[in-house]
């Protein structure tokens, strides 16, 4: 089948989890069980097949640097379970716009660089697929790059809560270009958001109203940092209680639900505890409470799940297929064009596997 040739926006943790995972399931095979992979050949690639030609970043400590050691440089904090060594790609600089909010700028210096002409740069790589690592909040980066994107000619898997692939405006540009676009906001591989849909329609399922439900994150990496500015959190307050209510069969009120990140502790580092409470009504009106807490690496956690997006990206350039891809986004993100269920989305996902349905 060939390569995939990836660029990566913003070198965070989530493309540390990401790099790391490709070189540690490099000699994973179709029909083994392998812990953290879902599936070893997706569409006719491995994970070896994935290779990184383009890396992005407007941090002092990371532009001009190899991507293998711009991965582990600060304030990067996740899990180290995997060297990498020299990728031969140096990481560029990006435009910034508003991608590094109040606190993000207190931890990070931008590169004196200029940036980059991004769609000269995908296109003199090579790149098939981009994925957008950027911090929650960068809407406007977000759109440029999206832009970009489109001028090269690439695939887009949009990892964070700023609105593409959810806005008909935007998949029609990508319909238009003939481009396959995956988005928005990764729904990570057994995150909050998941555990929070599968017992919101658990509760639905077994005839259990949901009167109340709260989910409180926690977590030590720049990204609960990034969020202590809360006007950078309304997207991602919208995205994570868009995927959890959408599996009701009744409305709640908004003063019902709140879910969304809490706080920043920094010896957490890149763990996430989520304390989920849902409150609700059974048989006789008999009252059901039930609280839970989570806790994960949380950039590993959405890598594994980016692995087979940015695979189904490239099956889509494959089959010439443009715009949304529906059902690989109904899956892997938590705010896709359309909301299905967890199971139906599954369904929807092995079907473009097999088929190539968008």
């Known amino acids: 089948m060939g390569k995939i040739r990836v660029a990566l926006i913003g070198i965070g943790n989530c493309a540390s989890s990401l790099v790391q995972g490709c070189h540690f399931y490099r000699d994973a095979n179709e029909g083994e069980e392998i812990p953290g992979v879902i599936r070893p050949l997706l569409g006719g690639y491995r994970i070896r097949d994935v290779e990184f030609c383009v890396a992005i970043d407007i941090d ?122 995956i988005g928005d906001d990764i729904k990570s591989q057994l995150g909050a958001t998941i555990l929070h849909r599968k017992l919101t329609r658990l509760f639905s399922e077994r005839g259990v ?25 309304e997207s991602k307050k919208i995205s994570k209680t868009d995927a959890v209510l959408s599996q009701l069969n009744h409305p709640l009120n908004a003063s019902d639900v709140h879910i969304g990140p809490s ?51 490239k099956i889509g350039l494959d089959r010439g297929l443009k715009g949304a891809l529906l059902g690989p986004s109904a899956y892997f993100m938590k705010s896709p064009p359309f909301q299905y269920s967890d199971s139906r989305a599954l369904s929807m996902l092995e079907d473009f596997i097999r088929s190539g349905q968008p």
């Open 60 to 181: 002092k400590n990371k532009v001009g640097k190899d991507l293998g050691e711009a991965i582990f440089a600060p304030p990067n904090n996740t899990l180290k379970f995997c060297p990498v060594g020299e990728t031969k790609v140096t990481v560029a600089m990006g435009n910034p716009l508003d991608g590094l909010g109040k606190y993000l700028s207190e931890k990070i210096e931008i590169a004196p660089e200029a940036p980059v002409d991004l769609a000269k740069v995908l296109r003199e790589s090579r790149a098939e697929v981009v994925v957008n690592f950027l911090p929650v909040g960068s809407d406007r980066a977000t759109q440029w790059y999206a832009s970009q994107v489109l001028e090269a000619g690439c695939g887009f898997v949009n990892c964070i809560p700023a609105f593409i692939a959810k806005e008909k405006e935007w998949r029609e540009k990508f319909e238009k270009a003939a481009l396959p676009l």
């Open 263 to 313: 706080d920043y502790v920094p010896w957490l580092e890149d763990r996430k505890w989520a304390y989920i409470r849902m409150e609700g009504r059974s048989f006789g009106n008999a009252p059901i409470h039930l609280e839970l807490k989570l806790e994960v690496w949380d950039s590993p956690n959405a890598a594994g799940i980016v692995i087979d997006a940015l695979r189904c990206c």
């Open 209 to 233: 109203k949901l009167e109340h439900t709260s989910q409180l994150n926690v977590g030590g990496n720049m990204d609960f940092y990034n969020m202590l500015e809360r006007s950078r959190l």
